[in-house]
């Protein structure tokens, strides 16, 4: 099954810092309230910026989202180590 036949895009290279945090934090499996927690953001902006990265990645759920992270090398499976946001950086919302 190709990307699109599942239903997005796929994480583009041109994709923002934070939304690459968000996308990776939640393919870690955090909730929005851990995801709040870890960037010192309210979980309501986080919930806004989880729906914003939905749209972006033409997705419907977190776990597409998830999928679209590990598809890009975002996130890697065997190891369930991350490459930090794709970009060399610590996960941080501000950047």
């Not at 902006?45 to 419907?60: E, I, W």
């Not at 977190?62 to 590990?70: E, I, K, W």
């Not at 996130?75 to 369930?80: I, T």
């Amino acid at each position: 099954m190709t990307r699109n036949e599942r239903g997005y895009q796929g994480l583009p290279r041109k994709t923002p810092p934070a939304s690459r945090v968000i996308v990776l934090l939640v393919a870690r499996g955090l909730s929005n309230a851990e995801i709040a927690r870890s960037l010192q953001l309210s979980e309501t902006t986080v919930k806004s910026h989880v729906q914003a990265v939905l749209l972006k990645l033409g997705v419907r759920d977190r776990l597409q989202a998830a999928v679209a992270a590990y598809d890009s090398g975002l996130v890697h499976p065997r190891s369930g180590s991350t490459s930090s946001d794709g970009c060399g950086n610590q996960p941080s919302i501000t950047g």
